[in-house]
């Protein structure tokens, strides 16, 4: 696709139930990460994925996220147990090689953990 | 603790006039800054970056400049368009850590007065 795509882009669901939040990269990029931004606050790193590499999960908040990525394509990213707190926009992005520079961003997942 | 700081949540501006947006850092082992925008329901996108090696950036409208001793950069929009208006995010990142993790700011809205 022309861009990285998310899905769903709003999902509600009730304390301790668990989602999935999906991502696709754009066609071609190797690395792929995870962010997520909480009411007021700036972006926060989540998660890293780079090709067959071991992920950089160093910015996971608990045990509960935990996400996968199948070779260079789509990845999603698992919340168990939600909490009122995991309400957030979960932002990917994806970038043709591994940089600090600039990120292509998906719209988002709007989060809400009743 | 916040390592990337923009103090001001918002701004407005008149149209042809100059935007300057503000960014703060405390850690000194960050060397690549980077500049997002952000409409609503939209995903950041890359505006502009700098080295710490270099101590401004300019790209059309858009300035960066670094001022290292300080710990500070400051984004210029000149002159500004109703168009700009938008959420500007701060970024930055150790380029030197092998990680490929930014730190964003909380954000600044920028509106740009017809």
């Known amino acids: 696709g022309a861009g990285v795509s998310q899905s769903p882009s709003n999902k509600v669901t009730e304390k301790g139930k668990d989602v999935e939040l999906r991502c696709d990269p754009i066609s071609g990029h190797t690395a792929l990460y995870w962010y997520r931004q909480r009411l007021g606050q700036g972006l926060e790193f989540l998660i890293y994925f780079q090709g067959n590499s071991a992920p950089d999960k160093s910015g996971l908040p608990s045990d509960r996220f935990s996400a996968e990525r199948t070779g260079e394509s789509v990845s999603t990213l698992t919340i168990q147990r939600t909490q009122q707190e995991d309400s957030a926009v979960y932002l990917c992005?994806?970038?043709?090689?591994?940089?600090?520079?600039?990120?292509?961003f998906g719209s988002g997942t709007q989060l809400s953990v009743l | 603790d916040q390592q990337v700081k923009q103090n001001s949540p918002s701004l407005s501006v008149q149209e042809g006039r100059i935007s300057i947006l503000n960014c703060d850092y405390t850690?000194?082992?960050?060397?690549?800054f980077l500049w997002y925008k952000k409409y609503p329901a939209e995903g950041p996108t890359f505006l502009i970056s700098i080295s710490s090696i270099k101590d401004k950036n300019e790209d059309g409208r858009f300035t960066v400049f670094l001022n290292k001793s300080a710990k500070h950069l400051s984004l210029h929009i000149v002159p500004s368009q109703p168009g700009d208006s938008a959420v500007y995010f701060c970024a930055a990142s150790n380029s030197g850590a092998g990680s490929y993790q930014l730190t964003f700011g909380k954000g600044t809205k920028l509106s740009v007065i017809p």
């Open positions: 992005a994806s970038s043709f090689r591994p940089t600090n520079e600039k990120l292509f």
């Open positions: 850690n000194s082992m960050f060397d690549y």
